[in-house]
Protein backbone atom coordinates (compact mmCIF):
# COMPACT_ATOMS: atom_id res chain seq x y z
CA UNK A 1 0.00 0.00 0.00
CA UNK A 2 2.98 2.22 0.82
CA UNK A 3 4.40 1.59 -2.96
CA UNK A 4 0.74 2.44 -4.62
CA UNK A 5 0.44 5.47 -2.05
CA UNK A 6 3.65 6.84 -3.30
CA UNK A 7 2.85 6.19 -7.01
CA UNK A 8 -0.52 8.23 -6.27
CA UNK A 9 1.65 10.58 -4.94
CA UNK A 10 -0.02 11.35 -2.17
CA UNK A 11 1.79 13.94 0.29
CA UNK A 12 -0.51 17.21 0.22
CA UNK A 13 -2.93 17.99 3.00
CA UNK A 14 -6.62 16.91 1.83
CA UNK A 15 -8.51 19.47 0.03
CA UNK A 16 -11.58 18.40 1.77
CA UNK A 17 -13.34 17.05 4.70
CA UNK A 18 -13.66 13.87 3.96
CA UNK A 19 -16.29 13.00 6.63
CA UNK A 20 -18.18 16.07 5.76
CA UNK A 21 -18.73 14.59 2.05
CA UNK A 22 -19.04 10.71 2.36
CA UNK A 23 -22.75 10.88 4.13
CA UNK A 24 -23.88 13.45 1.39
CA UNK A 25 -26.88 13.06 -0.30
CA UNK A 26 -26.34 13.20 -3.97
CA UNK A 27 -27.89 12.39 -7.58
CA UNK A 28 -25.62 9.00 -7.74
CA UNK A 29 -26.31 8.29 -4.12
CA UNK A 30 -29.56 5.39 -5.25
CA UNK A 31 -26.97 4.25 -7.74
CA UNK A 32 -24.07 3.38 -5.60
CA UNK A 33 -26.53 1.98 -2.80
CA UNK A 34 -27.11 -0.74 -5.86
CA UNK A 35 -23.75 -1.30 -6.91
CA UNK A 36 -22.25 -2.00 -3.07
CA UNK A 37 -23.60 -5.15 -2.60
CA UNK A 38 -22.24 -6.47 -6.49
CA UNK A 39 -18.41 -5.15 -5.72
CA UNK A 40 -16.74 -8.50 -4.77
CA UNK A 41 -19.63 -10.69 -3.65
CA UNK A 42 -17.60 -14.07 -4.01
CA UNK A 43 -14.33 -12.97 -1.43
CA UNK A 44 -15.49 -12.94 2.25
CA UNK A 45 -12.80 -10.51 3.15
CA UNK A 46 -15.41 -7.63 1.67
CA UNK A 47 -17.89 -8.06 4.02
CA UNK A 48 -20.80 -5.96 5.31
CA UNK A 49 -18.12 -3.57 6.97
CA UNK A 50 -16.62 -3.16 4.06
CA UNK A 51 -19.40 -2.61 1.81
CA UNK A 52 -20.51 0.29 4.17
CA UNK A 53 -16.60 1.50 3.53
CA UNK A 54 -17.34 1.15 -0.01
CA UNK A 55 -20.36 3.13 0.36
CA UNK A 56 -19.30 5.91 1.81
CA UNK A 57 -16.04 6.51 -0.40
CA UNK A 58 -18.43 6.27 -3.52
CA UNK A 59 -20.64 9.06 -2.07
CA UNK A 60 -17.91 10.93 -0.89
CA UNK A 61 -16.06 11.30 -4.36
CA UNK A 62 -19.48 11.95 -6.16
CA UNK A 63 -19.80 15.23 -3.87
CA UNK A 64 -16.25 15.92 -4.15
CA UNK A 65 -16.14 15.84 -7.92
CA UNK A 66 -20.36 15.91 -9.44
CA UNK A 67 -18.76 16.77 -12.76
CA UNK A 68 -17.99 13.03 -13.03
CA UNK A 69 -19.89 11.77 -10.56
CA UNK A 70 -20.52 7.92 -10.24
CA UNK A 71 -20.71 5.20 -13.14
CA UNK A 72 -20.21 1.41 -13.00
CA UNK A 73 -16.52 0.17 -12.64
CA UNK A 74 -15.73 3.06 -10.03
CA UNK A 75 -17.03 0.39 -7.63
CA UNK A 76 -13.98 -2.32 -8.74
CA UNK A 77 -11.39 0.37 -8.57
CA UNK A 78 -12.87 1.88 -5.15
CA UNK A 79 -12.97 -1.59 -3.49
CA UNK A 80 -10.15 -2.91 -3.96
CA UNK A 81 -8.31 -0.05 -2.66
CA UNK A 82 -10.00 -0.76 0.55
CA UNK A 83 -8.71 -4.20 0.26
CA UNK A 84 -5.12 -3.17 0.00
CA UNK A 85 -5.09 -0.69 2.38
CA UNK A 86 -7.65 -1.12 5.06
CA UNK A 87 -7.70 2.44 5.57
CA UNK A 88 -11.07 4.23 4.16
CA UNK A 89 -9.46 8.05 4.07
CA UNK A 90 -6.95 7.14 2.98
CA UNK A 91 -8.34 4.85 0.03
CA UNK A 92 -10.79 8.04 -0.75
CA UNK A 93 -7.70 10.22 -1.78
CA UNK A 94 -5.79 7.71 -3.39
CA UNK A 95 -8.79 7.16 -5.81
CA UNK A 96 -9.24 11.25 -6.22
CA UNK A 97 -5.72 11.16 -7.12
CA UNK A 98 -6.76 8.09 -9.76
CA UNK A 99 -9.42 9.75 -10.48
CA UNK A 100 -8.14 13.52 -11.18
CA UNK A 101 -4.94 13.77 -11.18
CA UNK A 102 -3.95 14.66 -14.69
CA UNK A 103 -0.65 12.15 -14.27
CA UNK A 104 -3.67 9.13 -14.17
CA UNK A 105 -6.84 10.94 -15.57
CA UNK A 106 -9.02 7.64 -14.87
CA UNK A 107 -11.88 9.76 -14.50
CA UNK A 108 -11.95 10.34 -18.12
CA UNK A 109 -12.82 6.40 -18.39
CA UNK A 110 -16.40 7.75 -16.56
CA UNK A 111 -17.71 10.71 -17.50
CA UNK A 112 -20.32 11.84 -19.47
CA UNK A 113 -19.87 9.85 -22.41
CA UNK A 114 -16.93 7.78 -21.37
CA UNK A 115 -14.29 9.76 -23.70
CA UNK A 116 -10.96 8.24 -22.40
CA UNK A 117 -12.92 5.02 -22.52
CA UNK A 118 -13.38 5.72 -26.02
CA UNK A 119 -10.22 6.76 -26.65
CA UNK A 120 -8.39 3.35 -25.00
CA UNK A 121 -10.96 1.42 -26.95
CA UNK A 122 -9.67 2.71 -30.25
CA UNK A 123 -6.03 2.51 -29.52
CA UNK A 124 -6.31 -1.03 -28.42
CA UNK A 125 -8.39 -2.54 -31.57
CA UNK A 126 -5.72 -0.56 -33.19
CA UNK A 127 -2.88 -2.80 -31.57
CA UNK A 128 -4.83 -5.38 -32.03
CA UNK A 129 -5.37 -5.14 -35.76
CA UNK A 130 -1.41 -4.83 -36.35
CA UNK A 131 -0.55 -7.53 -33.96
CA UNK A 132 -3.17 -10.35 -34.14
CA UNK A 133 -4.90 -9.83 -37.10
CA UNK A 134 -5.88 -13.70 -37.23
CA UNK A 135 -7.64 -13.31 -33.59
CA UNK A 136 -9.20 -10.09 -35.09
CA UNK A 137 -10.87 -11.90 -37.78
CA UNK A 138 -11.72 -14.88 -35.86
CA UNK A 139 -13.45 -12.25 -33.55
CA UNK A 140 -15.30 -10.49 -36.81
CA UNK A 141 -16.36 -13.92 -38.21
CA UNK A 142 -17.95 -15.18 -34.67
CA UNK A 143 -19.73 -11.35 -34.44
CA UNK A 144 -17.41 -11.30 -31.11
CA UNK A 145 -17.78 -7.88 -30.30
CA UNK A 146 -15.13 -5.57 -27.77
CA UNK A 147 -17.89 -5.43 -25.32
CA UNK A 148 -17.11 -8.82 -24.73
CA UNK A 149 -13.93 -8.57 -22.79
CA UNK A 150 -12.45 -4.77 -23.73
CA UNK A 151 -14.93 -2.35 -21.84
CA UNK A 152 -14.83 -4.71 -18.69
CA UNK A 153 -11.30 -5.23 -18.47
CA UNK A 154 -10.47 -1.49 -19.10
CA UNK A 155 -13.54 0.03 -16.90
CA UNK A 156 -12.73 -2.27 -13.79
CA UNK A 157 -8.96 -2.25 -14.79
CA UNK A 158 -8.74 -6.13 -14.84
CA UNK A 159 -10.37 -6.05 -11.12
CA UNK A 160 -13.65 -7.39 -12.35
CA UNK A 161 -12.06 -9.96 -14.24
CA UNK A 162 -9.10 -12.30 -13.17
CA UNK A 163 -8.63 -14.20 -9.86
CA UNK A 164 -7.69 -11.09 -6.91
CA UNK A 165 -4.23 -12.49 -6.30
CA UNK A 166 -3.74 -12.23 -10.20
CA UNK A 167 -5.23 -8.50 -10.45
CA UNK A 168 -2.99 -7.58 -7.68
CA UNK A 169 0.48 -8.17 -9.41
CA UNK A 170 -1.24 -6.57 -12.69
CA UNK A 171 -2.09 -3.50 -10.65
CA UNK A 172 1.66 -3.27 -9.21
CA UNK A 173 2.35 -2.91 -12.71
CA UNK A 174 -0.26 0.26 -13.62
CA UNK A 175 0.13 2.15 -9.88
CA UNK A 176 3.68 2.42 -11.21
CA UNK A 177 3.95 2.59 -14.67
CA UNK A 178 0.38 4.46 -15.30
CA UNK A 179 -2.59 4.02 -17.16
CA UNK A 180 -1.67 3.37 -20.53
CA UNK A 181 0.28 -0.06 -19.83
CA UNK A 182 -3.58 -1.39 -19.56
CA UNK A 183 -2.88 -1.34 -23.34
CA UNK A 184 -0.19 -3.89 -23.69
CA UNK A 185 -1.73 -5.66 -20.55
CA UNK A 186 -4.79 -6.39 -23.22
CA UNK A 187 -2.81 -7.17 -25.61
CA UNK A 188 -0.59 -9.30 -23.83
CA UNK A 189 -3.36 -11.16 -22.53
CA UNK A 190 -4.86 -11.94 -26.15
CA UNK A 191 -1.42 -12.67 -27.53
CA UNK A 192 -1.20 -15.34 -24.58
CA UNK A 193 -4.89 -16.70 -25.31
CA UNK A 194 -4.61 -16.58 -29.18
CA UNK A 195 -4.76 -20.03 -29.87
CA UNK A 196 -7.10 -21.34 -27.27
CA UNK A 197 -9.38 -18.58 -28.44
CA UNK A 198 -9.21 -19.39 -32.45
CA UNK A 199 -10.20 -22.77 -31.79
CA UNK A 200 -13.66 -21.32 -30.38
CA UNK A 201 -16.80 -20.27 -31.54
CA UNK A 202 -18.90 -17.38 -29.99
CA UNK A 203 -20.98 -19.15 -26.99
CA UNK A 204 -17.44 -20.89 -26.10
CA UNK A 205 -15.65 -17.18 -26.21
CA UNK A 206 -18.23 -15.42 -24.65
CA UNK A 207 -17.89 -18.46 -21.57
CA UNK A 208 -14.33 -18.26 -21.86
CA UNK A 209 -14.02 -14.58 -20.67
CA UNK A 210 -16.70 -14.75 -18.13
CA UNK A 211 -15.00 -18.20 -16.61
CA UNK A 212 -11.37 -16.28 -16.16
CA UNK A 213 -12.59 -14.99 -12.96
CA UNK A 214 -12.89 -18.21 -11.45
CA UNK A 215 -9.68 -19.69 -11.86
CA UNK A 216 -8.72 -20.54 -8.43
CA UNK A 217 -4.19 -20.66 -7.48
CA UNK A 218 -4.82 -24.53 -6.74
CA UNK A 219 -5.79 -25.02 -10.83
CA UNK A 220 -3.25 -26.70 -11.88
CA UNK A 221 1.12 -26.20 -11.48
CA UNK A 222 0.49 -22.60 -12.05
CA UNK A 223 -1.39 -20.57 -9.65
CA UNK A 224 -2.86 -17.08 -10.58
CA UNK A 225 0.18 -14.89 -9.19
CA UNK A 226 2.50 -17.18 -10.35
CA UNK A 227 0.41 -16.37 -13.91
CA UNK A 228 0.39 -12.68 -13.37
CA UNK A 229 4.05 -12.68 -13.18
CA UNK A 230 4.49 -14.23 -16.66
CA UNK A 231 1.67 -12.06 -18.03
CA UNK A 232 4.10 -9.03 -16.58
CA UNK A 233 7.03 -10.20 -18.14
CA UNK A 234 5.33 -10.79 -21.59
CA UNK A 235 3.93 -7.31 -21.60
CA UNK A 236 7.43 -5.99 -21.80
CA UNK A 237 7.51 -7.52 -25.53
CA UNK A 238 4.74 -5.47 -25.96
CA UNK A 239 5.20 -2.06 -27.79
CA UNK A 240 2.85 0.84 -28.14
CA UNK A 241 3.74 3.31 -30.94
CA UNK A 242 4.84 6.97 -29.66
CA UNK A 243 2.02 8.33 -31.55
CA UNK A 244 -0.53 5.96 -29.43
CA UNK A 245 0.60 7.29 -26.41
CA UNK A 246 0.69 11.19 -27.30
CA UNK A 247 -3.27 10.67 -28.77
CA UNK A 248 -3.79 8.81 -25.08
CA UNK A 249 -2.19 11.70 -23.42
CA UNK A 250 -3.66 14.49 -25.62
CA UNK A 251 -6.63 16.93 -24.32
CA UNK A 252 -9.95 14.81 -23.93
CA UNK A 253 -11.44 18.42 -25.99
CA UNK A 254 -9.12 17.49 -28.71
CA UNK A 255 -10.40 14.44 -29.88
CA UNK A 256 -12.62 14.97 -33.46
CA UNK A 257 -14.06 11.19 -32.69
CA UNK A 258 -15.84 11.94 -29.82
CA UNK A 259 -18.38 13.59 -32.04
CA UNK A 260 -17.93 11.85 -34.98
CA UNK A 261 -18.10 8.28 -34.29
CA UNK A 262 -21.51 6.48 -35.35
CA UNK A 263 -21.08 3.45 -34.37
CA UNK A 264 -20.24 4.14 -30.73
CA UNK A 265 -23.23 5.75 -30.16
CA UNK A 266 -25.31 3.24 -32.27
CA UNK A 267 -24.04 0.50 -30.16
CA UNK A 268 -23.92 2.11 -27.20
CA UNK A 269 -27.06 0.68 -25.27
CA UNK A 270 -26.64 -2.98 -26.33
CA UNK A 271 -23.02 -3.18 -24.90
CA UNK A 272 -24.49 -1.02 -21.99
CA UNK A 273 -26.61 -3.76 -21.30
CA UNK A 274 -24.16 -6.48 -22.10
CA UNK A 275 -21.94 -5.05 -19.64
CA UNK A 276 -24.47 -4.49 -16.46
CA UNK A 277 -25.17 -8.24 -17.39
CA UNK A 278 -21.16 -8.75 -16.45
CA UNK A 279 -20.83 -6.50 -13.59
CA UNK A 280 -23.93 -8.40 -11.79
CA UNK A 281 -22.56 -11.91 -12.91
CA UNK A 282 -21.31 -14.94 -10.85
CA UNK A 283 -23.37 -14.64 -7.81
CA UNK A 284 -23.52 -18.08 -7.98
CA UNK A 285 -20.05 -18.78 -8.44
CA UNK A 286 -17.72 -20.53 -6.19
CA UNK A 287 -16.98 -18.12 -3.06
CA UNK A 288 -13.40 -17.18 -3.07
CA UNK A 289 -11.06 -15.73 0.23
CA UNK A 290 -8.63 -12.88 -0.46
Given at each position: WRVWKAAAQLDAEPAADYGSLCDQENKWTASIEIDVPRTFPELKAFDEEQQQRLR???????????DCGYCQGMNYVAGLLLLVSRCEEESFWVFVRLMDHEDFGLGGFYV????????????CENLVAESL??????????????AVYLHQWFLTLFINC????????????????????????????????????????FEEIIKFFKMMKTYHDEDGELGAVKIGQLLMKHTEQVHIPKE???????????????????????????????LSRMFSWRKSSTPNTL
Amino acid sequence: WRVWKAAAQLDAEPAADYGSLCDQENKWTASIEIDVPRTFPELKAFDEEQQQRLRRVLNAYASYNPDCGYCQGMNYVAGLLLLVSRCEEESFWVFVRLMDHEDFGLGGFYVGRLPLLRRYLRACENLVAESLPELREHFIKQNVQPAVYLHQWFLTLFINCFPISMVMILWDVIMCEGLTVILRIAVSILQVLKDSLLSMEFEEIIKFFKMMKTYHDEDGELGAVKIGQLLMKHTEQVHIPKETIQYLRAGLDDDPHLDSDESWENEQSSWSSYLSRMFSWRKSSTPNTL
